[in-house]
């Protein structure tokens, strides 16, 4: 909730209204046993995303074929979780519907809590469920920073990935943020880290089907033939020089062939007739979320809302009964 954090963002950590969440975890008719004993111990946050640049299947140096994912991160959608240590040994998390950021937990205990206190854990973010947007992960993310800072323990960004993944069995990579990394969203493991985050790009966002939202393992994933696991190969090695080259046309092409080869898999309405638009009114390109309803037209960033490029995309997009939504910048 906004009223809960002051400040978010890339590698900024939110200012805590304390007293506000003391109160919601302890209300007055709670079992004393149960109640926190001390101000808030830790707090952690994660980021959201906007789909993914590039998603399909990978050959890693030995041959062996991956799942793998480029996510775009977007900061204005974030998760946020404190912790309190608690009298009883349990461990308690509200919204109690946060089951994966509960199984993190849990795992993190296993790993490094044999004498940990009670936790009482409170998550709040702003990321809608099933638009593809990386909202259970960033609870898990969020809930493992601030658990491990509770317990006094160091996890950086491959310990997080792993354990995301554990928990919630395809995790985004949105625990990297000093630079872009291809990732194994259903190992846990890195399949390439890039030199630097991806250039920043201006968006226009929009849901294609917000009645029908998704969760990643609610599908079967992709069974990409070969020549398509050969083009990602390709997309690859362009997002890559498109990364080292800060070359945003390229960036915005891999991003346009991911969704295509995708779509065959994932169709998302309207697909098509965005891109046309895309296309007609000088954008870059596409993107898409591969496990939800988001699309996205790159931009160059620092457009003003007021540029008859942007103008022309989001009256486009409204003409196809869709809400658009501008960012000047990621």
């Not at 980021?47 to 590039?54: D, F, K, R």
């Not at 323990?153 to 990394?181: H, Y």
Request: aromatic content about 4%; glycine content about 8%; proline content about 6%.
């Amino acid at each position: 909730m906004l009223e809960d954090r002051l400040t978010t963002g890339m590698g900024i950590e939110p200012t805590i209204l304390r007293q506000d969440a003391y109160r919601h975890l302890t209300p007055e008719r709670s079992d004393p046993r149960t109640r926190p004993v001390g101000q808030i111990t830790s707090v952690g946050s994660g980021l959201g995303h906007h789909g993914e640049i590039l998603q399909g299947a990978f050959r890693d140096a030995e041959g062996r074929i991956h799942r793998g994912l480029v996510s775009l991160l977007c900061p204005i959608f974030n998760s946020v979780a404190w912790v309190l240590s608690k009298r009883d040994p349990s461990v308690d998390i509200d919204p109690p519907e946060k089951s994966k950021a509960l199984s993190a937990v849990a795992l993190l205990l296993r790993q490094y809590g044999e004498r940990a206190p009670g936790l009482s854990i409170r998550i709040r973010n702003n990321i809608p469920i099933g638009y593809g947007l990386g909202s259970s992960t960033a609870d898990v993310v969020s809930t493992l920073k601030a658990a491990a800072r509770a317990l006094g323990v160091e996890l950086g960004p491959v310990q997080l990935f792993k354990l995301a993944v554990t928990a919630e069995q395809a995790s985004d990579g949105t625990m990297f943020t000093s630079r872009a990394v291809l990732a194994a969203h259903r190992e846990g493991i890195v399949i390439q880290n890039y030199e630097r985050q991806l250039p920043p790009m201006g968006l226009i966002s929009t849901n294609c089907d917000p009645q029908n939202p998704l969760l990643t393992l609610d599908f079967s994933p992709a069974r990409y033939e070969p020549a398509e696991i050969d083009h990602f190969d390709d997309l690859r090695r362009s997002l890559a020089r498109a990364i080292a080259e800060e070359n945003l046309s390229l960036l915005a092409s891999v991003g346009t062939e991911s969704a295509l080869v995708n779509q065959r898999y994932l169709p998302q309405p309207g697909l098509a007739d965005v891109l046309d638009i895309a296309r007609a009114n000088g954008a870059l390109g596409i993107q898409v979320a591969h496990s939800g309803r988001m699309i996205g037209v790159i931009l160059h960033a620092n457009l003003d809302r007021s540029d008859r490029r942007v103008l022309a995309i989001m009256s486009g997009v409204e003409e196809l009964g869709m809400v658009p939504m501008f960012i000047s910048r990621l």
